[in-house]
């Protein structure tokens, strides 16, 4: 599922599962985005990803 979200054209700079750690943190801690912290990837990357898959997941359905 996280594989279908991407596009094609582009090499992939950070690792999908990083976003997705990144992710489960600000689920689990009821973090704003602006608390992510320093060691996951910048926030726009995170967002950008999270909006993709959240997109693709509703059209999926």
């Given at each position: 599922?996280?594989?279908?979200?991407?596009?094609?054209?582009?090499?992939?700079?950070?690792?999908?599962?990083?976003?997705?750690?990144?992710?489960?943190?600000?689920?689990?801690?009821?973090a704003t985005w602006r608390?992510?912290?320093?060691?996951?990837?910048?926030?726009s990357t995170v967002r950008?990803?999270?909006?993709?898959w959240t997109r693709t997941?509703?059209?999926?359905?």
């Amino acid at each position: 599922m996280l594989e279908g979200g991407r596009k094609r054209t582009n090499p992939r700079r950070v690792d999908l599962y990083d976003i997705f750690c990144a992710i489960q943190y600000l689920l689990k801690n009821a973090a704003t985005w602006r608390a992510l912290p320093a060691y996951f990837p910048p926030v726009s990357t995170v967002r950008y990803h999270f909006d993709n898959w959240t997109r693709t997941r509703m059209t999926a359905a």
